[in-house]
């Protein structure tokens, strides 16, 4: 079993920042990828960012490339999303997620190709 647990979330002013976490722990550590998702009320989820274990490769959505920085610390299973010039349409639960598969080539952008969740940790944005 394989538990995802993310930290960190909280309410900002638009403009400020958060820094999620999320560790792994259970009886796999190790995957060839982690993501970020985020739902926000009445939408779809949708993918954030997501980067490859193996060396450190990262795909970001377009509307957070600039502000977001995702980054992993192998020894401790462990993947951040640092989140900067944070806007009320960053408002939803984010979620982190990993792939099935250790050795991971292409960084999977879609929800399906992701088989492990976290439970989330809900976004702010508000003045």
Same mark, same amino acid.
């Given at each position: &079993?394989?538990q995802?647990?993310?930290?960190g979330?909280?309410?900002? @002013?638009?403009?400020g920042?958060? #820094?999620?976490?999320? =560790? =792994?722990?259970?009886? #796999?550590?190790?995957?060839?990828?982690?993501?970020?998702? #985020? &739902?926000a009320?009445?939408k779809?989820?949708?993918?954030?960012a997501?980067?490859r274990?193996?060396?450190g490769?990262t795909?970001?959505?377009?509307?957070?490339?600039? #502000?977001?920085t995702?980054s992993?610390?192998?020894?401790?299973n +462990? @993947?951040?999303? &640092?989140?900067?010039?944070?806007?009320?349409?960053? +408002?939803?639960?984010?979620y982190? =997620? =990993?792939?099935?598969?250790?050795?991971? +080539?292409?960084?999977?952008?879609?929800?399906?190709?992701?088989?492990?969740?976290g439970?989330?940790? &809900?976004? +702010?944005?508000s003045?």
């Amino acid at each position: &079993q394989v538990q995802l647990v993310e930290s960190g979330g909280g309410v900002v @002013q638009p403009g400020g920042s958060l #820094r999620l976490s999320c =560790a =792994a722990s259970g009886r #796999r550590l190790s995957f060839g990828a982690m993501g970020w998702f #985020r &739902q926000a009320p009445g939408k779809e989820r949708e993918f954030v960012a997501a980067i490859r274990w193996s060396d450190g490769g990262t795909v970001y959505t377009d509307s957070v490339k600039g #502000r977001f920085t995702i980054s992993r610390d192998n020894a401790q299973n +462990t @993947q951040f999303l &640092q989140m900067n010039s944070l806007q009320p349409e960053d +408002t939803a639960v984010y979620y982190c =997620a =990993a792939p099935w598969a250790s050795v991971i +080539t292409t960084l999977p952008r879609d929800a399906y190709e992701y088989e492990y969740w976290g439970q989330g940790t &809900q976004v +702010t944005v508000s003045s």
